[in-house]
């Protein structure tokens, strides 16, 4: 299901947020637009999370994210970067990682939307989980050598109405004919929210003459009013080819497939590989769960260790990139009715 976003004036969240993030990306494309041809130059990419895929329509109910991925530098100064864009990393310098030869930097716009299981309720039952929406601007800064990465991140943006999360649900339902959710008077209030998140990730690599596999070890952790969390995991993937990057799973917290790269990944066949990736997390604060920081909201009990399973394949072709996955994610508070399940697909190509 395709939740678009909108804004209802020029000075709404999402207006500013979505010019900011156009802005800072076509800055990107208009280098790119001199290169077609180079690997190492600017891509894009959508995420949709959706538990629709699943065959159900709460908890994490929907994420859209859109990001542009500058192209592959030696330093974050690089001279083919905006000079917006280089302005931000010369106030961000802190959040780069030191002595890496191969280096990229990541901007993202994104949206989560968070129900409750019984959609009929105009009163929420007090022990699921609340009604909320999340938007998110997002810098990520990945340095890279052959077998190793540092991927930092921050988001910066706002959960409650502000989010628009209700408008975003509502327009997708009344175009597709769905049903309207009734509970959103109790979401949660409008907050400023932060998150700091670092992850490294090491990997192995297996080449046969047929196929080959890898194996990617990731850990980090995150911190701030919107979520803080440690955590740790891997992906294994398998295929005839596999792209020589840091991952192929969608909806992880490990840098979102945005590794810079060092060699061509055009390809005039498709290319199809699977994977299998985990995450696991233990789990200190999470705003859509436990509520407003300094209001008073709706909660949940939350637990503390939440781990995701996820199943997919990847496909390239041209300068294309598509991967699905379908999660399978534990009860993340007392009381769930059931493990949650979703799907995952991130759609990407070089411009």
């Known amino acids: 299901m395709n939740k678009q976003m909108r804004s209802k004036t020029s000075g709404h969240p999402v207006a500013w947020a979505a010019s900011i993030a156009l802005t800072l990306g076509s800055s990107a494309v208009s280098y790119a637009a001199e290169s077609p041809d180079d690997a190492t130059g600017m891509t894009a990419y959508m995420r949709l999370d959706n538990d629709v895929f699943a065959g159900t329509d709460r908890g994490y109910s929907n994420g859209t994210e859109f990001g542009f991925v500058s192209p592959t530098m030696q330093s974050f100064q690089d001279q083919r970067l905006s000079g917006a864009t280089r302005w931000l990393n010369g106030k961000l310098e802190w959040l780069q990682p030191d002595g890496y030869q191969y280096n990229n930097i990541v901007m993202t716009l994104g949206q989560g939307i968070f129900t409750p299981s019984d959609w009929r309720l105009e009163t929420p039952d007090p022990n699921d989980r609340p009604y909320a929406g999340v938007l998110l601007l997002g810098v990520t800064y990945n340095g890279r050598d052959e077998n190793s990465m540092r991927s930092t991140t921050l988001n910066v943006g706002m959960v409650g109405p502000s989010a628009l999360a209700q408008e975003t649900q509502e327009l997708v339902h009344d175009l597709l ?62 295929g005839g080819w596999i792209p020589d990057n840091f991952g192929s799973a969608p909806a992880l917290p490990v840098a979102e497939n945005t590794a810079p790269t060092i060699g061509p990944l055009y390809s005039d066949t498709v290319r199809l590989h699977g994977f299998v990736a985990l995450d696991v997390r233990y789990v200190v604060h999470d705003i859509t769960l436990d509520g407003n920081t300094f209001k008073d909201s709706a909660s949940v009990d939350r637990e503390d260790l939440v781990a995701d399973l996820g199943v997919g394949v990847a496909a390239h072709w041209g300068n294309w990139k598509i991967a699905f996955a379908r999660y399978f994610r534990t009860r993340e508070f007392r009381g769930q009715d059931g493990e949650a399940e979703l799907g995952s697909i991130t759609i990407r190509r070089a411009i």
């Open 177 to 238: 004919g769905g049903e309207r959710f009734a509970g959103w008077d109790h979401q949660l209030r409008d907050e400023p929210v932060f998150r700091l998140m670092q992850q490294r990730l090491h990997k192995r690599t297996m080449i046969k003459p047929t196929w080959m596999s890898d194996v990617i070890f990731h850990y980090g952790g995150a911190l701030g009013n919107l979520t803080t969390f440690v955590n740790a995991g891997a992906e294994v993937r398998i």
